[in-house]
C-alpha cells in the first residue's frame, strides 16, 4: 500500500484524504483513493459552471420554449450579452481540462471493447467486469476527446455568430449558425449522460467533491487504477 | 412600436403565433418604377427628414451613389448600377430598401419574441424594445437588409412608414418623388399598375421589362419594375431570392429534434434508473482472488 508523501498534521481534525488530496492524486489514504486532486476539480467545476452558463443564456436564445431561463440572469438582452462571454470563460477552462488530461486519455484495448456498441450496451445493463479498465474508462475518454472537439467547435461558430463584420461571408455565417446549433444539441445531450451517471453510480459524486472515492468503488469500476494505486489485486 | 389599428399577424419567436385574425386589411404596396427614376434622391432626403435620421456624410467612391450600403441611420438608398446591356451602357438605378416580404426571412431568423412583426397590412417592422441585437436577421435577410448600428445595439431598417400609412398617407419617399415613379396602394393596385407600366415598356421595345415580385419570400410589399426583369442581378437584386435554407432548417427541423432529442434521453435515463437502479460497489471486504475475466 503506498503511503501518504506527505505528513498530516496530527493535532488537525480535518479528512486526512481531503488534506492530501490538495495537491496529490492516485494514492491510498485509509480506506479511499485520491482520484482528482484540487487542481483537477477547480478545472472541471469551471468547465461545468461555464458549460451550464452557455446553456441557460443561450437555450432561451435557441427557443421561446426556454424563455422562461432568461429572467435568471435578466432577461433576453442579458442573455445576448452573456452567452458570448461565458463561452470564452467556457472556452478557457475547456482548454485548460485538454492540457490537463488529453496525456490521460489514450484509449487502451480495453477502452476500445468499452467503446464498442456491445460493450458500450453491457455496461449500461451493469455488467461490465474488465479487470483492465484503468483510471478512465472508454466511455469517459471518447466523452473526452468528443467534448473537446465540441467545444471547439462551439466556439470556432460562435466568434463567427459574434462578430459578423469579421465574418461577412453569408455562407459561413449559415454554416456557423447549423453547426452552431447542431453542436450545442449534442453536447447537451452527452453531457445528461455524464451527469446521470454521476448520480447513477453513488460514489462518485464525493470524487468531484472531496476528490476521494471508497476503496470498493474503485475495485468495481476502476479496477486496472485501483491495483495500481493500492497494489492490491483482489476483487 | 404597437400601431394602433394595426393587428400582429407574424412576430418573430412566437410559437403559436399572434392576432386574432378577425380584423383583416388588403396588403399595401410600394410600387417602383426604375425606369423614370432619374436619380434626383428626394426619396432619400424625404426619408431622412420624416424618421428623425440625421444627415449622413456622403461617401465619394466614383459614382452619384449617397454612401456604398444601407446603413442603420439610412433606409433609403439609390443604387447607381452601371451595366452594359445589348452592346450599350445602361445606367440602372434602384431604390434599395426593406422589400416587406410576404415570408419575411428576417423575422424567421428573429430569436428575440416580438422583435421582428408583420402586421395584418403586410408591413414588416422591428420593435427595438425587444431587438437583442444578435444581428441573426441578418442572415435570415435574402436582400441584405436589416442593419445593426453599433450605437444603439440594435437592428433598423425601413419601415414602409407605417406611422405614415396606417392614417391613410403614402409613405414619405412616395410623396417627395418628382417624377412619379413611386407609388403606393393596396398590392392588388399596384401589381395591376405595375404590369401595366410593363406592357407599356414591353411596346416600347424593352421586351425583357418585368415586374419584380419574387414568389420565393411570397412576394414582396415593394414592387420593382425592371427594364431588364431577365437579368435581375444588374440591379443588384437576388434572381430567386427565398429564406436561406439553412435557417428553414435551423427552425423547422433541427430546433423540433434537439428538443424531441433531450426529452427522449431525460426519459430514458429516467428509465434507466428505473430498470437498472444505481449500481453500487459491493459491501464487505473484497474476495481474495480476481475472477476470471
Known amino acids: 500500500m503506498a503511503e501518504p508523501l506527505r505528513a498530516v498534521p496530527a493535532h488537525s481534525t480535518a479528512d486526512p484524504g481531503i488534506l492530501l488530496a490538495q495537491n496529490q492524486e492516485d494514492l491510498v489514504v485509509g480506506d479511499e483513493l485520491v482520484r482528482f486532486r484540487f487542481y483537477t476539480r477547480v478545472v472541471h467545476w469551471g468547465v461545468a459552471l461555464t458549460f451550464f452558463l452557455c446553456l441557460f443564456t443561450g437555450l432561451p436564445i435557441w427557443t421561446p420554449i426556454f424563455g422562461w431561463l432568461a429572467p435568471l440572469v435578466g432577461g433576453l438582452q442579458v442573455c445576448r450579452w452573456l452567452h458570448p462571454w461565458s463561452g470564452i470563460a467556457f472556452a478557457v477552462f475547456a482548454l485548460l481540462q485538454f492540457v490537463h488530461w488529453a496525456g490521460e486519455m489514450k484509449m487502451t484495448p480495453a477502452d476500445k471493447r468499452f467503446t464498442k456498441l456491445g460493450g458500450f450496451l453491457a455496461y449500461l445493463r451493469w455488467e461490465t467486469h474488465d479487470e483492465e479498465i484503468g483510471k478512465y474508462n472508454g466511455g469517459q475518454k471518447a466523452l473526452f476527446w468528443l467534448s473537446s472537439l465540441a467545444s471547439l467547435a462551439l466556439l470556432a461558430t460562435g466568434v463567427v455568430m459574434w462578430w459578423p463584420e469579421y465574418f461577412s461571408s453569408t455562407p459561413l455565417r449559415e454554416a456557423s449558425w447549423v453547426l452552431h446549433d447542431a453542436t450545442f444539441i449534442l453536447f447537451t445531450l452527452m453531457i445528461f449522460g455524464h451527469i446521470y451517471l454521476a448520480i447513477a453510480e453513488p460514489g462518485t459524486f464525493s470524487a468531484m467533491v472531496k476528490g476521494t472515492v471508497s476503496k470498493a468503488w474503485a475495485r468495481l469500476h476502476h479496477p486496472a487504477w485501483y491495483r495500481d494505486v493500492s497494489g492490491d489485486s483482489r476483487r | ?293
Open chain 2, 1 to 293: 412600436m404597437a400601431i394602433p389599428g394595426l393587428e400582429v399577424i407574424q412576430s418573430s419567436a412566437s410559437l403559436r403565433g399572434t392576432g386574432s385574425g378577425i380584423r383583416t386589411l388588403p396588403n399595401v404596396a410600394k410600387l417602383i418604377d426604375t425606369s423614370t427614376c432619374i436619380g434626383c434622391k428626394a426619396c432619400e432626403v424625404a426619408c431622412q427628414e420624416w424618421n428623425d435620421l440625421p444627415n449622413a456624410k456622403t461617401v465619394q467612391d466614383g459614382s452619384y451613389q449617397t454612401l456604398p450600403t444601407m446603413t442603420a441611420e439610412f433606409w433609403n438608398l439609390i443604387k447607381f448600377h452601371e451595366a452594359e446591356v445589348d452592346g450599350s451602357f445602361a445606367w440602372l438605378m434602384r431604390k434599395d430598401q426593406c422589400m416587406h416580404c410576404a415570408d419575411p426571412g428576417c423575422l424567421k431568423a428573429c430569436p428575440a419574441p416580438g422583435a421582428i412583426v408583420q402586421y395584418s397590412n403586410g408591413i414588416v417592422d422591428v420593435n427595438p424594445d425587444q431587438c437583442i441585437g444578435c444581428r441573426l436577421c441578418e442572415t435570415g435577410c435574402p436582400f441584405d437588409v436589416p442593419r445593426f448600428s453599433a450605437k444603439t445595439g440594435k437592428m433598423s431598417k425601413c419601415t414602409l412608414c407605417v406611422d405614415r400609412t396606417t392614417v391613410g398617407l403614402e409613405p414619405a419617399c412616395v410623396k417627395a418623388c418628382p417624377t412619379g415613379c413611386l407609388h403606393f396602394g393596396t398590392k392588388e393596385n399596384m401589381l395591376s399598375e405595375g404590369k401595366e407600366r410593363v406592357k407599356q415598356l414591353k411596346a416600347d421595345g424593352f421586351a425583357n421589362a418585368g415586374l419584380y415580385d419574387p414568389p420565393g419570400v411570397g412576394g414582396t410589399g415593394v414592387l420593382t419594375v425592371l427594364k431588364h426583369a431577365d437579368k435581375p442581378e444588374l440591379y443588384g437584386l437576388p434572381r430567386d431570392p427565398t429564406v436561406p435554407k439553412s435557417v428553414r432548417f435551423v427552425k423547422s427541423y433541427l430546433r423540433p429534434l434537439g428538443l424531441l432529442g433531450m426529452g427522449a434521453v431525460v426519459l430514458g435515463l429516467v428509465g434507466h434508473y428505473l430498470r437498472f437502479g444505481p449500481r453500487e460497489p459491493p459491501k464487505g471486504p473484497p474476495s481474495a482472488t480476481p475472477p476470471a475475466a
